[in-house]
């Protein structure tokens, strides 16, 4: 998580409220749209789809309409963090194959439709997708497949969804726990250990050559602490409480 960001703007990944009624609906019954969404000039706003691990997937271009990918803002499993600490991914997660399994979902997008990974049930990349990188399955069914290069995940929403500014309803909100992070130009992510929700983490980055760590970490209540340390060894401590 984090590592090979290039394009850093100081956010990092924090627990977040997502849960009950601050929660994404996934069809259980997907239905095809007579007027599918693309994602290239649309959904930059939220969610479009959610990984099998719980982490939200959002469109492959920023909220600048660049590819998130191309421009260095991706750690090695293709996510990272927003302007609420939240981490969440841009590309296809094809790391979780390894959890569920080949063959198996990685994702479903917000309309219902499954996201599978590179190959299809036969270790084969398709190579007749459509626009939305989805193709009809065997059973007559609907699927989206990542692919290597843009848009990597459902390249928007082929099935019925409700879209209200932009972004998919209903659509959970984070829960910022301190400013909004500036860019750190130059800077990049060598290291990164820790869990968010266990309350501990600790990340390392190199700028202009030197190596920098930040700790952050909770009491196990509302307060948290960052630390950052620089390359001479000197901290400097701040303290935010979640409201």
């Known amino acids: 998580m984090m590592v090979g960001i290039r394009a850093w703007q100081q956010q990092v990944p924090l627990p977040q409220p997502y849960s009950g009624a601050n929660a994404w609906r996934i069809p259980l019954h997907p239905v095809k749209a007579d007027k599918p969404i ?3 000039h649309s959904l930059y706003r939220g969610a479009i789809a959610l990984a099998v691990n719980g982490v939200p997937i959002f469109n492959a271009l920023n909220n600048r309409g660049e590819d998130a990918f191309l421009a260095g803002e991706l750690d090695e499993h293709g996510g990272h963090c927003g302007r609420g600490d939240d981490y969440h991914y841009h590309i296809a997660p094809t790391h979780l194959e390894k ?4 063959g198996n979902p990685i994702a479903f997008a917000l309309d219902g439709y499954p996201i599978y990974g590179f190959s299809d049930s036969h270790g084969v990349e398709p ?4 626009e939305f990188n989805g193709r009809e399955d065997e059973s ?3 699927r989206y497949h990542a692919t290597r290069a843009y848009p990597y995940i459902n390249g928007g929403l082929r099935g019925k969804v409700v879209v209200q500014g932009d972004q998919v309803e209903p659509q959970p ?6 400013p909004l992070g500036r860019p750190l130009h130059g800077a990049v992510i060598t290291g990164f250990s820790g869990d968010p ?10 700028l202009d050559g030197a190596e920098h760590r930040l700790r952050y970490g909770s009491n196990g209540g509302a307060k948290w602490t960052f630390t950052r340390t620089g390359p001479d060894g000197k901290e400097s401590i701040s ?3 979640r409201r």
């Open 239 to 241: 303290h935010y409480n």
């Open 99 to 102: 959890v569920v399994g080949k």
């Open 127 to 130: 190579d007749d997708l459509d």
């Open 140 to 142: 007559g069914g609907y």
């Open 197 to 206: 929700a266990a309350g501990e983490c600790s990340l390392a980055y190199r």
């Open 173 to 178: 909100r984070d829960s910022p726990l301190r």
């Open 38 to 40: 693309s994602a290239r």
